[in-house]
């Protein structure tokens, strides 16, 4: 049997706690705190990493794994290329998605909103955190460019590193985003696929808070 024809028999059965509102947080991102918290606590590989879904001016969608770096009220913050594709469509179309899958604890968190740049203040504090190698390597890469081969990728590595054997600066094309949700749902595993799916929704400068059907 090829894996194909194995598709419809791949299932799992979840079962949790329900997910009920009375046991929310009034507003999503103290609730994406309690969540990360346990989904950290679980011990997942890699809890920050989130799917990025962005789409240009002309509605051609993508998506991508990134990496959250920061959260509070104002929102959920990632770093990157501006002139790669998600830091292009970005600017044509400053609105994103953001999806955390952490199925090992049967949950899912799913964040819309608009973006704006992070202040260089702010990225020359993150970029400057990072290991040596990460901070040459946003020199190195030209994201979503066309590379020649990986001999090419790896002599401009080693070219900036003799440049900057030490502390290399902040790019000027590479930075940080900040997603401002308008909408958070929370997404929790039940059996017979009668999942809990638990939306904020900002409406004025308040969060409505409701259940969806699975």
Not at 105 to 119: A, D, F, K, N, P
Request: with cysteine.
């Amino acid at each position: 049997m090829d894996s194909a024809s194995r598709l419809p028999g791949l299932r799992h059965s979840y079962e949790g706690e329900p997910l009920l509102e009375s046991d929310m947080a009034d507003d999503p991102v103290a609730q994406f705190t309690l969540w990360f918290a346990e989904a950290v606590a679980a011990g997942l590989p890699e809890p920050n990493a989130m799917i990025l879904a962005t789409s240009s001016a002309g509605g051609r969608p993508s998506a991508r794994t990134v990496l959250l770096k920061g959260f509070d009220e104002r929102g959920f913050s990632f770093f990157t290329n501006y002139e790669s594709r998600k830091g292009r469509d970005l600017a044509e179309n400053p609105r994103a998605c953001l999806l955390f899958p952490w199925h090992p604890i049967r949950r899912q968190v799913r964040v819309e909103g608009r973006t704006v740049r992070l202040s260089r203040d702010e990225t020359a504090a993150y970029f400057h955190s990072r290991p040596y190698g990460s901070r040459i390597g946003a020199w190195a890469s030209r994201q979503s460019a066309v590379v020649g081969s990986r001999e090419e990728l790896d002599a401009r590595y080693r070219e900036l590193a003799e440049r900057w054997p030490e502390d290399p600066p902040v790019p000027d094309f590479w930075g940080g985003f900040r997603v401002m949700p308008s909408e958070v749902e929370f997404w929790q595993g039940q059996t017979d696929r009668m999942h809990d799916r638990i939306r904020y929704r900002l409406t004025g400068r308040s969060w409505v808070r409701e259940r969806l059907a699975p």
